[in-house]
């Protein structure tokens, strides 16, 4: 697991993704890695993650991979390094992976993580960190996930670490309700207008 704790800020790389990833890294069946975290005895509050990923002039990006690992709904990510006094739920393992569509969209059946602590026993606000993998980059990128109006986001020490607040936005993921289901909106774009805020993990 990375040290989400302390990233420092990067830009982008600049090479233009494509196909690539997706069909080596996902495979028919993987039950290790699946874009459907969550089974009907999950704990916490069911959420979609939805977005499209953009290359650096606005295009969407055919064939990208994005990997998710969060903290279940107690703030408690079931890895051996987390040794919280925090309840597990074995039926949520707290990882998954996604391709994108031939439009660059993506999408995540998960829960709304709870708070997981940070420098100096500080408290984090929910997210979700996220691992961008595509062709044409040097190496994978790392962002987060977090969520629109959360009362803890202005005490995050991450997300407050990005001066700029336009920059900072780009990790809000925007709700929606859609047919009774939590939608949270995140594109992610490399380069150009609006581009992610990235970390070097």
């Given amino acids: 697991m990375k040290n989400p704790y302390n990233p420092m800020m990067i830009q982008s790389p600049s090479q233009t993704v494509g196909p690539y990833f997706a069909q080596g890294l996902l ?8 874009n459907t975290l969550i089974s009907e005895n999950t704990e916490g509050e069911r959420i979609r993650i939805e977005g499209c990923v953009f290359d650096a002039e606005g295009r969407p990006i055919e064939d990208a991979m994005i990997e998710i690992w969060q903290a279940n ?4 990510y079931n890895h051996p390094l987390d040794e919280q006094d925090k309840p597990l739920d074995s039926e949520f393992m707290g990882h998954g ?4 569509d031939v439009n660059g969209k993506y999408r995540f059946e998960t829960i709304k993580p709870g708070s997981v602590p940070g420098p100096g026993n500080s408290a984090q606000a929910p997210h979700i960190n996220v691992i961008v993998f595509a062709r044409g980059m040097l190496s994978h990128a790392f962002t987060r996930i977090y969520f629109e109006n959360d009362a803890d986001n202005p ?10 607040e336009a920059h900072r936005n780009t990790l809000i ?3 929606e309700e859609t047919s009774g289901v939590i939608v949270y909106r995140f594109d992610i774009r490399f380069q150009g207008e609006n581009e992610t805020a990235f970390f070097d993990a």
């Fill in 173 to 175: 993921a925007r709700r």
């Fill in 155 to 164: 005490n995050d020490p991450v997300l407050m670490s990005i001066e700029d």
């Fill in 73 to 76: 709904c107690h703030g408690r």
């Fill in 27 to 34: 495979r028919d069946g993987d039950q290790v890695f699946t």
């Fill in 97 to 100: 992976r996604a391709s994108t």
